[in-house]
């Protein structure tokens, strides 16, 4: 078992910048066999897209709309991954919630509770 705590949201005009983490803890050998580390977010009345991964240390992928704007990484020794998000847009508003793929004892995805970003236009 793996619980997931984000922070970091909030409101911030047009072209700011933010930056959520996400404290991850539990089963130590389920912590040790996180292969994935994913940002999602939801805005109202769309489904859930895949904002941003990172696996192992530094391999990394984002959604196209927010390449060059923001940045998945994570601190290993904090049991943290962050998500810099930069030149925020209006578009970026959304619930954002943080997610690990792991693969012991079993494949299984976990979530955080969401924390809300809002970029008024």
């Known amino acids: 078992q793996v619980q997931l705590v984000e922070s970091g949201g909030g409101l911030v005009q047009a072209g700011g910048s933010l930056r959520l983490s996400c404290v991850y803890s539990?089963?130590?050998?389920?912590?040790?066999?996180?292969?994935?580390m994913a940002w999602y977010r939801q805005a109202p009345g769309k489904q859930r897209e895949l904002v941003a991964t990172?696996?192992?240390?530094?391999?990394?992928s984002y959604a196209d709309s927010v390449k060059g704007r923001f940045t998945i990484s994570r601190d290993t020794a904090k049991n943290t991954f962050n998500l810099q998000m930069d030149t925020l847009k209006a578009e970026d508003t959304a619930v954002y919630y943080c997610?690990?793929?792991?693969?012991?004892?079993?494949?299984?995805?976990?979530w955080g509770q969401g924390t809300q970003v809002t970029v008024p236009s």
């Open positions: 997610n690990v793929y792991v693969t012991w004892p079993y494949s299984q995805h976990y």
């Open positions: 539990g089963n130590l050998r389920s912590i040790h066999n996180i292969d994935i």
């Open positions: 990172i696996r192992g240390l530094s391999s990394t």
